[in-house]
Each structure stands twice: as C-alpha cells, then as structure tokens.
C-alpha cells in the first residue's frame, strides 16, 4: 500500500524582496494505492461460508472491486452517480472514497484442483472524497474513519443492497 497526500502553494515574488511569499492554493485529495497478493489455498477457510457469495472469495472479491470502478446509473435523472467505497486494512489505513483509474488482475502460480490459478494479485487506487483538516490528520493519521460506515471485526459478506464495502 502507499499512501499519499500533496500539498499545492504558489510563490509571489512582491516588488522589494528578496525572498518569495508562499501562498497556499490547495490541497489533496489523498489516494491509497493497493496491490494484494491473494492466495486461494491461504483462504479456502472462508469459501462456502457466506450465504450468497460464490464457492471462490478471491473470485467473490475480484468480482466486487471490478464492479466498483464502474458508474450506477439512475435511470430516472439519466445521471451517473460514483461509487462509493470504503476499505479498511487492520487499524492503520481507512479511506473512503472512489476507485480512480484501472483496476488490475494477474494470476500466477500453478493450477490448483479447481482449475484456477493458485495466486491472484489485485491493484487499485482509492481516491479520498471527503477533505480533512490539518488538526484531524494529527490526531488519526491515515486511520480517518467518520463513523458514517460501520467497521466491522469479521469477514462477513458486504452489503450489496446498500452499496457498502
């Protein structure tokens, strides 16, 4: 994962100094670039446990994330409205935002059993949407979870009816 936020300032030079003014004209948005390494034999564990989802959670996962790059579409108002997404690693990383750009798969390793590649990586972009403030970031760092979006501790199958991840 990397993490990473910018800051943008532009210097004036006034008439009579010798050194720039440095103003600030904006910042962000912050963006998390994810690259997993999945393994199937490491989670077959969690295969067949959830209702609905299907006998892969690699697959399962692969699936969600592809799907979350791409717009819903309100008929109704002919508009596109951006997905929304939410991930979480351990207690370190929370960001909340919409997937930007490609979304990547590569399969390795030998064919297992099932007729699938053993190992499949997975990268993404996460851009965030909602801005923070400097005394925030201080205080929870790359953790900056609004409470809007309950965490959860296991690995229950995500909302689909709700759009949340």
């Known amino acids: 994962m990397t993490d990473s936020s910018s800051a943008n300032f532009q210097s004036n030079l006034p008439l009579g100094r010798s050194a ?8 962000g948005p912050r963006s998390i670039n ?10 077959d564990q969690f295969n067949n ?10 697959d399962e996962l692969i699936k969600n994330i592809q ?14 409205d951006p997905p929304l997404v939410a991930c979480r690693v351990g207690n370190e990383i929370y960001i909340k935002g919409i997937i930007n750009g490609a979304v ?6 030998p ?15 996460i851009t965030e949407v ?7 970031v201080k205080q929870v760092g790359s953790f900056r979870y609004s409470g809007d979006i309950p965490l959860k501790t ?12």
């Open 104 to 109: 990547s798969v590569g399969y390795s390793g």
């Open 130 to 136: 909602d801005p923070y403030d400097a005394e925030l």
């Open 20 to 27: 720039p003014i440095w103003s600030y004209t904006g910042s």
């Open 111 to 125: 064919i297992l059993y099932n007729d699938k590649y053993a190992v499949v990586s997975i990268g993404f972009q």
């Open 67 to 80: 799907a979350a790059v791409l717009p819903n579409y309100a008929s109704s108002e002919k508009m596109i």
């Open 49 to 58: 446990r959830q209702p609905g989802m299907s006998t892969d959670t690699v």
């Open 154 to 165: 296991t690995l229950s199958s995500p909302s689909y009816k709700t759009g949340r991840y």
């Open 34 to 43: 994810f690259q997993f390494e999945l393994h199937r034999e490491m989670l």
